[in-house]
């Protein structure tokens, strides 16, 4: 069963510029859910997506937004970037309501210059 | 966002000796999870705690929900080389989000 896959790799942004990053479930997960983890730090929750709908948003600025796709697919928009934007992106899936184990992708890396 | 006290902050051990961490919350949870993450990879789920009281193994690993539902303990029995990397707790209370611990970076010395 393949797990969660998170595109791109990396990415390199200047400030002010506007970075998408993508996200695929596990197969049958309807839950998303993207985490900030800055370097050397904890992850910050950003968003949680079921069903097509956000569920949940982190203090974060609306800058930060996504959105999830009928095939449970996921997409992060983060616009007028900032240097302090720089972290590692990870998206996590569950089978909520059924379970809140989460399960995570490798992540995005995005540097801002 | 609310973060998780986990303590200790890193640790260094040599290969054979168990290690023990913890996660402390002012919160009560109704779940926690402890993820491994390696470096240049997203966290892997270890073990996941659904009870007050819970003590769950998977492997050499063993994890507790504790009483007060305020915190959880990881222990990791004979340690290996292979054990490296930054061990995260993670607990849901009755929002739509779960809080992450700030992380123990684990040494193990052959």
């Known amino acids: 069963e393949a797990g969660v896959t998170q595109s791109p790799t990396h990415l390199i942004k200047t400030r002010g510029q506007q970075a998408t990053l993508r996200c695929s479930p596990i197969s049958g997960h309807t839950s998303v859910y993207w985490y900030q983890q800055a370097l050397g730090l904890g992850l910050q929750f950003l968003l949680w997506?079921?069903?097509?709908?956000?569920?949940n948003r982190g203090n974060f600025p609306p800058r930060f937004s996504g959105r999830q796709f009928p095939n449970y697919s996921s997409e992060l928009n983060v616009n007028a970037l900032e240097l302090e934007d720089s972290a590692l992106y990870l998206c996590?899936?569950?089978?909520?309501?059924?379970?809140?184990?989460?399960?995570f992708g490798p992540g995005t890396r995005l540097t801002v210059t | 966002g609310q973060q998780l006290n986990q303590s200790p902050q890193s640790m260094f051990i040599q290969e054979g000796e168990d290690v023990s961490m913890n996660c402390t919350s002012s919160?009560?949870?109704?779940?926690w999870l402890w993820y491994k993450q390696e470096p240049g990879e997203g966290p892997v789920l270890l073990i996941a705690?659904?009870?007050?009281?819970e003590l769950t193994s998977n492997g050499r690993l063993t994890a507790q929900f504790g009483i007060t539902r305020k915190d959880s303990f990881l222990n990791i029995s004979a340690s290996i080389p292979s054990d490296v990397g930054i061990y995260f707790c993670?607990?849901?209370?009755?929002?739509?989000?779960?809080?992450f611990g700030t992380g123990t970076s684990l040494t193990v010395i052959p």
């Open positions: 705690l659904y009870k007050a009281g």
């Open positions: 997506y079921d069903e097509g709908e956000e569920r």
């Open positions: 996590a899936s569950s089978l909520f309501p059924e379970a809140y184990e989460q399960y």
């Open positions: 993670a607990g849901h209370g009755t929002g739509n989000q779960f809080y």
């Open positions: 919160s009560i949870f109704n779940t």
